[in-house]
């Protein structure tokens, strides 16, 4: 099976989190995507660049290191989902709605869905939606 990276998720790699209990989990994460893959939708990559513009903006990020995480990402088995149509759109309105999340997030929410695979995210809200929604977020206890 795949795992559904939320960019939440990802920028764990770029900027450690302040929770030891997260950075084990990113670690984690990135080492079943290794082994596996993961799907993106197509958003994805716009918000990876903007948490990257964010942590370089308030300079406490090394150019350095943001190479070395551009990087990674080019080498990690990431697959774009491209599915796009009305219906899709619809079905993260409606979720939108039903769990009052942002369309970004909402997107990550019905991929998951669709494809019926784990969702890895540090975004509270959005775990919490898909917990409700009957999905397995990457970290949780079994």
Known sequence: ?????????????L??????????????ILHAIEAQEAIVPSLWFTELTNGILMAERHGNIPILTIVRFTQ???MLPINLDNALSPS???????LARLYNLTAYDA???ELALRTK??????????ATAARSA???IFG???
């Not at 099976?1 to 790699?13: C, E, F, G, V």
């Not at 900027?15 to 670690?27: G, T």
């Not at 695979?117 to 959005?126: E, P, V």
């Open 134 to 136: 009957g999905l397995h």
């Open 107 to 109: 997107t990550y929410l």
């Open 88 to 94: 899709l759109q619809n079905s993260c309105l409606l």
């Open 1 to 13: 099976m795949a795992i559904i990276l939320d960019a939440s998720a990802a920028l764990a790699w």
């Open 117 to 126: 695979n784990t969702l890895a995210t540090f975004d509270r809200k959005l």
């Open 15 to 28: 900027k450690d989190r302040d929770d030891p209990a997260e950075v084990s989990v990113a670690n984690k």
């Open 72 to 74: 990674l990402i080019e």
């Open 140 to 142: 949780d206890p079994l």
